[in-house]
């Protein structure tokens, strides 16, 4: 199955919400909390006014699947629709990234995300504000070839109690 990236719109604003206040998600970030929509309205609206960030949708079969966002300093941020977990989309969307000096900040007991940043090519390089930190300066063009048409058996998700 292939992830299609396109860029985001307002529209995909309650997706984005839905996916960022699911308890494993925010479980991940820097602020541990669910957003506000007033907070996550400005999130949006400030990624999609500012030409330097790029913010990305996946879609796989005409469902949004995942959300990917690159700040003009680096970093990049990326959450996948819970319900599309353990199928291989992050891989496949962190291979559309660009090719220029990027980094992560990751929890460390977020496993998946350590494995797709690492499988993209991005090597530890140290810690921050109790993060890890990855970063990758140059892609790998043909494993960024290899990930974007990759497809992998879904994974049991565990159901939340
Ligand atoms: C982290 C996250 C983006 C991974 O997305 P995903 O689509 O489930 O990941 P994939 O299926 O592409 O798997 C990526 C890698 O993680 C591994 N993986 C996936 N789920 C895993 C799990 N539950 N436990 C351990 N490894 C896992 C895969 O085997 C794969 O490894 P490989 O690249 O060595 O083959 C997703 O779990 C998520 O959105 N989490 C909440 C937000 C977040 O943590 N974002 C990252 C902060 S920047």
């Given amino acids: 199955m292939t992830v299609c990236m396109r860029d ?74 819970p319900e599309a977990r353990g199928q291989g989309v992050a891989g496949s969307m962190l291979a559309h990234l660009p090719d220029r000096p990027l980094f992560a900040e990751i929890r460390e007991t977020n496993t998946a995300s350590h494995a797709a940043f690492a499988t993209a090519g991005f090597c530890r390089a140290g810690s921050r504000c109790g993060m890890l930190v990855y970063r990758r300066e140059k892609a790998d063009e043909e494993r960024a070839r290899d990930l974007a048409t990759r497809v992998m058996p879904a994974r049991a998700v565990k159901a939340r109690s």
Avoid: C
């Avoid at 909390?33 to 790029?54: E, F």
């Fill in 8 to 81: 985001a719109r307002w529209s995909d604003l309650s997706e984005i919400l839905r996916w960022r206040n699911e308890p494993g998600t925010y479980a991940n970030f820097h602020n541990r909390y669910p957003l506000s929509l007033p907070a996550m309205q400005r999130w949006l609206s400030d990624a999609l006014a500012d030409p330097r960030t790029t913010l990305w949708m996946a879609e796989r079969e005409d469902k949004l699947v995942g959300v990917l966002r690159v700040d003009p300093d680096g970093a990049v941020m990326i959450i996948v629709a």
